[in-house]
């Protein structure tokens, strides 16, 4: 069987892909580009494609099928990026690939310990051989009501490695876990708003949460709120959260994803003019810790991405019970 990779990696993905292509009996091709309308005719012949966050849309979506892909299985939880109506609407089917929870588990109380010792003032400070007190004082984060929304694989590890900490756990998910309950107590989230003074974020971005952190939400948080996403950019309205930061009403924020992210992180950019204003004003906030959808990326999680995704396709071509497979 065939499967055609795009984005492909050689510094860090081709030993794993060579490997489980291997064991597998796949026959790989491949493509270090994302995929778009002019490249999509590598994958004539393939019925499989293998990509990463590129956005897929339905005219993309077409193309492929057209060419006869019919699958598109991404090496990524979120799959979000691709036009899911569109592949609906043809027959496509869709899958992701799964990893450990705990590469981005681990990153978000990174992101919550940076935020509230105030990491970004240290060590921007230090680097200036800037030694001095005022201003950096932190705060303990067992004395915090930490608001944990969304409870599927992250989230509950996100709540278990804070339950070593002593701070209170409020959780919000459509669906509730039991798992859950021995570290957290379910609240509404307007309870969450109101009570917590950490919010971290681990829900898929559906077109229901959109922008569910807008003005609204952040005018019915606590005064001096923390919010950490580690999940996605769409969550959050950026201006709004913008407009939160300046008011004082959100004291800092971690962001490892933000909003029209995609074409832009995993390049060097350095030598580019951006034309990313709100990202520039993020950044130039001293309380404010932006980094380029890090969070998944162990070594880890890059093996488990590749492995999966080959081992969906080739489930898929067995008509085997398939646990990647989204539709
Ligand atoms: C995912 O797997 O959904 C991620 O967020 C990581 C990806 C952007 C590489």
């Known amino acids: 069987m065939?499967?055609?990779?795009?984005?492909?990696?050689?510094?860090?993905?081709?030993?794993?892909?060579?490997?489980?292509?291997?064991?597998?009996?796949?026959?790989?091709?491949?493509?270090?580009?994302?995929?778009?309308?002019?490249?999509?005719?590598?994958?004539?012949?393939?019925?499989?494609?293998?990509i990463l966050t590129t956005k897929i849309d339905a005219e993309l979506v077409q193309r492929f099928y057209d060419l006869g892909v019919r699958m598109i299985s991404t090496r990524t939880v979120g799959y979000d990026h691709i036009d899911l109506a569109k592949a609906r609407e043809l027959g496509m089917h869709v899958g992701n690939a799964t990893y450990s929870p705990h590469?981005?588990?681990?990153?978000?109380?990174?992101?919550?310990?940076?935020?509230?010792?105030?990491?970004?003032?240290?060590?921007?400070?230090?680097?200036?051989?800037?030694?001095?007190?005022?201003?950096?004082?932190?705060?303990?984060?067992?004395?915090?009501?930490?608001?944990?929304?969304?409870?599927?694989?992250?989230?509950?590890?996100?709540?278990?490695?804070?339950?070593?900490?002593?701070?209170?756990?409020?959780?919000?998910?459509?669906?509730e876990k039991e798992s859950v309950r021995a570290y957290a107590k379910y609240a509404p989230l307007e309870e969450i708003y109101e009570k917590c003074d950490l919010i971290s974020l681990h829900m898929p971005l559906t077109k229901d949460n959109y922008h569910m952190i807008d003005e609204e939400a952040i005018r019915r948080m606590r005064e001096g709120t923390v919010l950490v996403n580690t999940a996605r950019g769409g969550l959050v309205?950026?201006?709004?959260?913008?407009?939160?930061?300046?008011?004082?009403?959100?004291?800092?924020?971690?962001?490892?994803?933000?909003?029209?992210?995609?074409?832009?992180?995993?390049?060097?950019?350095?030598?580019?003019?951006?034309?990313?204003?709100?990202?520039?004003i993020l950044r130039s906030f001293p309380n404010v810790i932006v980094t380029p959808h890090m969070a998944f990326y162990t070594d880890e999680s890059v093996s488990d991405m590749v492995k999966h995704s080959i081992q969906s396709c080739c489930l898929e071509e067995a008509g085997k019970e398939n646990p990647w497979k989204i539709f």
């Open 2 to 50: 065939k499967i055609f990779v795009y984005s492909y990696r050689d510094f860090d993905e081709a030993a794993f892909f060579t490997k489980f292509a291997k064991e597998s009996g796949v026959e790989l091709g491949i493509c270090r580009d994302d995929p778009d309308m002019d490249n999509a005719a590598l994958a004539k012949g393939y019925p499989y494609i293998s």
């Open 103 to 175: 590469c981005v588990a681990d990153y978000t109380v990174m992101l919550m310990l940076m935020c509230i010792r105030k990491m970004k003032r240290i060590m921007q400070r230090a680097e200036l051989n800037d030694f001095s007190l005022p201003g950096i004082q932190g705060r303990e984060l067992r004395n915090f009501t930490v608001g944990v929304i969304g409870t599927g694989k992250i989230g509950e590890t996100v709540i278990k490695n804070l339950s070593g900490f002593g701070c209170e756990i409020c959780a919000h998910d459509l669906y």
């Open 237 to 280: 309205d950026t201006r709004a959260l913008i407009n939160g930061i300046k008011s004082g009403k959100i004291a800092a924020a971690g962001l490892d994803v933000i909003e029209n992210e995609f074409g832009m992180y995993y390049f060097d950019r350095k030598s580019d003019i951006l034309d990313k204003e709100e990202l520039a």
